[in-house]
DNA sequence: AAATTCACG
DNA sequence: ACGTACGTGAATTTA
């Protein structure tokens, strides 16, 4: 045996972890019998990361044997008033420790002593061995444990992040070494153990004191030298305490366990029995993985896929005609596909897979040819990645015309995962892994060295994208989505992957002057509201200004959230007529903003070409719009005249040339006048009437325009919102702080002028509870499954979620269509201006000087034209030198 | 990682 | 008598 490597894992404290970890599923996770699984399926995860990581040659799990043990006959409090472990955990544990039988890992529990004495035992029992060691757990006292040999790995917020403490990281942390740890420990206690140290005694201050004593004994030998203060009578008064809880925190490396260190080596797996586990618990995934690897027939532990590595020799052999229809996958590490480094990639054509790591293979004439050629159509996963990193290769990429991802997304986005192993999964494949599973996550996040598992990974992609290509068609037909996919999403996809490799010019030097500008009323705000305080504090922190606030300035807490007092807007603006300080606090909080996620932000992503390449998340979304990341466009500011100003820095590629932009008036309320037929609603738009004073008129019951005033309009503009986002009388009523009953009077106007509105709010719930689903005019669905939920609330949301979904879904159709036809156009003319942003009803332009003349005649005639609806759909533009400017 | 806050349509 | 507008992303603090 080469290494000699002992894995020791805290058996309870890591199930608790797995619990909590899939908490959220609990109910999701049962076998045919009933029993919770969740536990125990998020437990044989972490193991199989476990046992990947660290390849042991020796296992050992262990757990307590019950309540009472060496520590609560000490200290009878000892892990007192802890909350008791759910029912739903403890019927899982036996279960567990099956599980870890069948795959030949001992476990064990011995009486009067908990799981981590028998760590500690086998920690001592492993270095004199000579084993190099890993021990796993959620709770932070095993940390004592590290040596140069063992390292402690303590789960981080949930069971996937594990923290590695070895003595140099503990040092870090703490300040002192691992058995010091302990001697800090006595001095602060322990609370979630229940027992106490030295009053007054933290974490900072116990550190301090070891880092100067080197232990417990060697301060109380010298505390008479310590000169006199609060701190000092306390640890002479706690001197007991301290002792206690040293004895409590000491691990136990030499109790009496009955096995020895030969006794934990990891045995065969009991594949038959193993089998019969996974089937009595129902996990699908595992027994998958069984069928996968053959088991019990002694091969590897993953399904073997064939393929033909790629290197400078063969790459000429890949040859393609139109017949051939071809898989491509193209793999990068990490989200932001426009700088991610490149890992490798996969092609499969005439049931031949090929993979290499080197993707400037893909340059090579005969297979750039394969990708650039129209004709040759290429099934990939997500299209607009492959399309932007290809693009990074000099590649132009055509006839990418099949996407799993945007396929998988339109037929259910429930689930809104982006990885083609997860997404397999729910169709049943469980041929390939995660790229979680093969890639890691946070720091921990790395390309196997190992050819033959990634190799594996990337044709196993492949394979998957080819195989679930014609299920997933078929169901998109079932949907009656063949043309959303094919003549909105995948066209959309393209002309979204232009957008982004064009960005949008941004001035640093305007930022610049935008920040320092903003540092100086920052700074001046500071000091004044610190100067009403009374003391310094940190502005940010919501709790800390709740206690100025609220406890020592005494204003009345107006709402209470979940931790503490509210600060928000909401809170403060009714504060403002009690005391200056809040009117301040406001116009900090705006500026902050403003300068943290808009100045600071947008210079960080400024790429060296001077602009910014924006993501557009294309499957993410419930209702089919799109979203924007790194950075965000679609919330840049134009509320405030401050935050406005962050828009000059938005400018076009040429210094004479504009921004142009142009977006639609009222599209939801268009599409909610064309879905619900209402007849009065789409005579207003017909006519041309401003919608929301025409709202006025009919809910306030007057004969003319002139006799509306503008708080009627605005009254009007929030009931038709409302309507929107399926109304109550509670939301509107706080919405334009007027009473409950008076908010219901004009809803109760609202739908006696607008009946058929009232009935298409109907019709969407009951429609939802029918199918399940609601649709767009493009028959995009969002699945609802809380419409038929027993709790009012849930159901409540889900039915207003009926009523807006195929609202605001059927206006991101129609925007993706406007893009299509506007992208296809500007081709067509051999336009130099490029569309660069959307931002839901509204697209940006970047425009060269000459063109503005056609851009302005073009682009308002396609959005317009973009469907032809029972109302006609109007959009507005504007134009200018930045993007502030084209209002 | 969760909670809070606030930027946009 | 319930508790309540729809859809997003980013920065920051706190635990």
């Given at each position: 045996m080469a290494d000699k490597k002992l894995l020791l894992i805290d058996g309870n404290s890591v199930a608790f972890r797995a619990f909590y970890a899939l908490y959220r599923q609990l109910e999701s996770f049962k076998s045919p019998d009933g029993l919770h699984t969740n536990a125990i399926y998020a437990f044989k995860n972490m193991l199989d990361v476990l046992l990947k990581d660290?390849?042991?040659?020796?296992?050992?799990?262990?757990?307590?044997?019950?309540?009472?043990?060496?520590?609560?006959?000490?200290?009878?409090?000892?892990?007192?008033?802890?909350?008791?472990?759910?029912?739903?955990?403890?019927?899982?544990?036996?279960?567990?420790?099956?599980?870890?039988?069948?795959?030949?890992?001992?476990?064990?529990?011995?009486?009067?002593?908990?799981?981590?004495?028998?760590?500690?035992?086998?920690?001592?029992?492993?270095e004199k061995n000579g084993f190099t060691t890993t021990v796993v757990t959620g709770d932070r006292d095993l940390t004592q444990l590290a040596s140069p040999s063992t390292t402690v790995e303590v789960t981080k917020s949930g069971v996937s992040q594990l923290e590695a403490y070895t003595p140099e990281h503990m040092k870090e942390v703490n300040g002192v070494t691992p058995t010091e740890f302990?001697?800090?420990?006595?001095?602060?206690?322990?609370?979630?153990?229940?027992?106490?140290?030295?009053?007054?005694?933290?974490?900072?201050?116990?550190?301090?004191?070891?880092?100067e004593y080197g232990s417990v004994e060697n301060l109380y030998d010298h505390i008479d030298e310590m000169k006199k203060s609060k701190r000092k009578e306390r640890l002479i008064r706690d001197k007991d305490k301290a002792f206690l809880a040293k004895k409590l925190a000491t691990i136990d490396r030499d109790s009496p366990v009955t096995i020895d260190i030969d006794d934990v080596k990891r045995q065969p797996v009991d594949y038959e029995k193993l089998r019969q586990f996974y089937e009595k618990m129902n996990f699908r995934k595992f027994l998958a993985e069984l069928n996968a690897s053959g088991a019990g027939q002694g091969s590897?532990?993953?399904?073997?896929?064939?393929?033909?590595?790629?290197?400078?020799?063969?790459?000429?052999?890949?040859?393609?005609?139109?017949?051939?229809?071809?898989?491509?996958?193209?793999?990068?590490?990490?989200?932001?596909?426009?700088?991610?480094?490149?890992?490798?990639?996969?092609?499969?054509?005439?049931?031949?897979?090929?993979?290499?790591?080197?993707?400037?293979?893909?340059?090579?004439?005969?297979?750039?040819?394969?990708?650039?050629?129209?004709?040759?159509?290429?099934?990939?996963?997500?299209?607009?990645r492959t399309m932007v990193a290809a693009h990074r290769l000099g590649i132009h990429t055509h006839g990418l015309d099949y996407d799993m991802l945007l396929a998988s997304y339109l037929i259910n986005n429930e689930n809104n995962s982006n990885d083609l192993g997860e997404i397999a999964h729910l169709y049943g494949d469980y041929s390939v892994k995660t790229d979680l599973e093969v890639y890691g996550k946070g720091k921990s996040e790395h390309v196997p060295d190992n050819d033959d598992e990634l190799f594996n990974h990337l044709a196993s992609k492949i394979n998957a994208i080819e195989s679930l290509k014609k299920p997933l068609l078929e169901k998109l037909k079932d949907h009656e989505q063949d043309a959303l996919f094919d003549t909105i999403e995948i066209p959309t996809a393209r002309v979204l992957a232009r957008m982004e490799m064009n960005g949008m010019k941004v001035e640093a030097s305007t930022l610049i002057q935008l920040q320092n500008e903003f540092a100086v009323k920052l700074k001046e705000l500071e000091d004044k509201i610190y100067d009403q305080a009374g003391e310094?504090?940190?502005?940010?922190?919501?709790?800390?200004?709740?206690?100025?606030?609220?406890?020592?300035?005494?204003?009345?807490?107006?709402?209470?959230?979940?931790?503490?007092?509210?600060?928000?807007v909401e809170v403060l603006d009714q504060l403002k007529t009690q005391s200056p300080i809040v009117s301040e606090i406001l116009d900090y909080r705006q500026i902050a903003k403003i300068q943290s996620t808009y100045v600071k932000g947008l210079l960080d992503v400024i790429q060296p070409d001077g602009r910014v390449h924006t993501r557009y998340l294309q499957t993410l979304t419930a209702t089919g719009r799109l979203s924007s990341v790194d950075p965000n466009l679609q919330n840049i500011p134009t509320r405030t005249e401050e935050g406005k100003?962050?828009?000059?820095?938005?400018?076009?590629s040429e210094p004479d040339g504009y921004i142009f932009s142009c977006d639609y008036s009222q599209v939801e309320l268009r599409v909610l006048a064309h879905v619900s037929g209402d007849q009065n609603m789409q005579e207003a738009f017909k006519t041309g009437y401003d919608i929301h004073s025409h709202t006025a008129m009919k809910i306030f019951h007057l004969d003319s325009p002139d006799q509306v005033t503008p708080l009627m309009r605005r009254h009007a503009k929030a009931v038709n919102f409302g309507i929107v986002y399926g109304i109550s009388d509670y939301g509107l009523s706080k919405n334009l702080g007027i009473s409950r009953k008076r908010a219901q009077e004009f809803i109760d106007n609202y739908f006696e002028q607008y009946p058929q509105i009232k009935d298409y709010m109907d019709k969407a719930v009951q429609e939802a509870r029918d199918k399940g689903y609601a649709e767009t005019i493009m028959h995009r669905r969002r699945y609802l499954p809380d419409i038929h939920a027993k709790k009012y609330t849930v159901r409540a949301f889900a039915e207003r979620t009926a009523i807006n979904s195929p609202i605001q879904g059927s206006a991101a159709d129609i925007i993706k269509?406007?893009?299509?036809?506007?992208?296809?156009?500007?081709?067509?003319?051999?336009?130099?201006?490029?569309?660069?942003?959307?931002?839901?009803?509204?697209?940006?332009?970047?425009?060269?000087?000459?063109?503005?003349?056609?851009?302005?005649?073009?682009?308002?005639?396609?959005?317009?034209?973009?469907?032809?609806?029972?109302?006609?759909?109007?959009a507005d533009s504007g134009w200018g030198h930045n993007w502030y400017d084209a209002k």
């Open positions: 660290v390849d042991p040659t020796h296992v050992l799990v262990a757990f307590d044997a019950g309540k009472v043990t060496f520590r609560t006959k000490m200290y009878g409090e000892y892990k007192g008033g802890r909350a008791k472990t759910p029912e739903e955990l403890l019927e899982q544990m036996p279960y567990i420790q099956e599980m870890l039988h069948d795959l030949g890992i001992k476990t064990y529990e011995l009486k009067n002593y908990e799981a981590d004495d028998i760590i500690g035992t086998f920690v001592d029992k492993g302990i001697d800090m420990k006595a001095l602060m206690g322990d609370n979630s153990d229940n027992y106490p140290g030295v009053e007054g005694i933290g974490p900072k201050t116990a550190s301090n004191l070891i880092q590897a532990d993953v399904e073997k896929v064939e393929y033909t590595v790629l290197n400078d020799d063969n790459v000429k052999d890949v040859k393609a005609t139109e017949k051939d229809t071809v898989e491509f996958y193209l793999e990068m590490l990490g989200a932001n596909y426009h700088l991610a480094p490149f890992v490798g990639f996969s092609l499969k054509l005439n049931d031949k897979i090929y993979v290499s790591r080197d993707v400037e293979l893909l340059e090579e004439d005969n297979i750039k040819h394969i990708l650039e050629d129209e004709k040759i159509k290429k099934n990939v996963f997500d299209l607009k310094k504090f940190n502005l940010n922190s919501p709790k800390q200004l709740g206690h100025i606030l609220f406890e020592k300035l005494g204003l009345p807490p107006i709402k209470k959230t979940k931790t503490g007092y509210s600060t928000s100003q962050i828009r000059k820095a938005f400018v076009p269509i406007a893009m299509i036809n506007m992208q296809k156009k500007l081709d067509e003319l051999h336009l130099k201006t490029k569309m660069v942003v959307q931002v839901h009803d509204e697209l940006i332009f970047d425009v060269p000087k000459d063109e503005l003349e056609t851009i302005k005649k073009i682009v308002p005639e396609v959005m317009q034209s973009a469907v032809k609806l029972d109302v006609p759909l109007i």
